[in-house]
């Protein structure tokens, strides 16, 4: 019996699941099983909130309906919660408890005992508060516990005819900001809005970091700089035009979680 096979076992013997689902790559896999599973019993359940792009909620919205999984929206609107506002080290570890209760009370209210998550056995090998706020809050990682790693869950999505096997990484839009630097309305539409137009111009792997002074970092994937470099023109005046003062181009190329390296002493 294969780990996918052990992990459709374990779902069956939870009888009726909510899976928070964000229409990535992992929690897509994980509805996609749990609705083979549970069937009706089984519900999709998104956060949506205004640090999630757009075009996300969208996605998710067409994922579920194409896995026939039932599925519920909670809006949140987490730029008025202090840690948005503050932005400390801790942020995503306070952000996911607010989400955590949130959903436990929803799953509570509509007669549910489990919930589950997409967290996979390679996310602890990165700085992931998140994963320490969520066990604490007694979510289910079955991708853990069954020690699935990010390349198997892509393989097993293609195997399964998901879309989202060869998605590109998506964090909430929190991730833009350093520590430190708060959040508010204007500043995440900024960032959404140059994402999506350097998206527009074919870029896959794309993060528009927000420093201070309204400076825009774009990150995007190595092999396309030298794309980038030709539409560098382009790209500032449509950045400037959505608002920011400085746009710079950061020569490293795109890295998921580069602002956690600014957090001296974590521990993984």
Same mark, same amino acid.
């Given at each position: 019996?294969d ?24 929690s ?35 994922l ?14 987490e ?13 995503c570890? /306070?952000?996911?408890?607010? !989400?955590?209760? *949130? +959903? ?9 005992? %489990?919930?589950? $998550? ?9 700085y992931?508060p ?37 998605k ?13 630097f ?11 809005k ?29 092999d396309?700089?030298? /794309?980038?470099?030709?539409? !560098?023109?382009? *790209? +500032?005046?449509?950045l400037?035009?959505i608002?920011?003062?400085? %746009?710079?181009? $950061? ?18």
């Amino acid at each position: 019996m294969d780990k996918l096979q052990r992990i459709s076992e374990a779902i069956k013997s939870k009888k009726k699941l909510v899976v928070m689902f964000s229409g990535g790559v992992d929690s897509t896999l994980l509805a996609k099983l749990a609705r083979e599973v549970l069937e009706k019993n089984a519900v999709a359940l998104t956060i949506d909130s205004p640090v999630i792009p757009r075009k996300e909620i969208e996605e998710a919205k067409n994922l579920a309906n194409l896995i026939g999984i039932r599925h519920e929206f909670i809006e949140l609107n987490e730029l008025k919660s202090r840690h948005l506002i503050e932005n400390p080290p801790d942020r995503c570890y /306070l952000c996911r408890k607010l !989400r955590d209760n *949130i +959903v436990k009370n929803w799953a509570r209210e509509n007669g549910f005992d %489990v919930i589950a $998550d997409g967290l996979n056995f390679s996310d602890l090998q990165d700085y992931r508060p998140g994963v320490k706020a969520s066990t604490e809050d007694g979510i289910w990682h079955p991708f853990i516990d069954f020690e699935v790693t990010k390349e198997e869950i892509r393989e097993y999505s293609r195997k399964l005819g998901l879309p989202t096997w060869n998605k590109p990484a998506m964090a909430c839009l929190c991730s833009r900001f350093p520590y430190g630097f708060g959040l508010n309305e204007e500043r995440v539409r900024m960032v959404e809005k140059a994402e999506n137009f350097l998206r527009e111009l074919g870029f896959r792997e794309v993060r528009v970091r927000f420093f201070p002074y309204k400076t825009a970092v774009v990150e995007v994937g190595r092999d396309e700089m030298e /794309l980038l470099m030709g539409k !560098r023109t382009e *790209i +500032v005046l449509a950045l400037q035009k959505i608002g920011f003062s400085f %746009v710079t181009l $950061d020569l490293e190329g795109f890295a998921s979680g580069k602002l956690n390296r600014t957090i001296e002493g974590m521990s993984k």
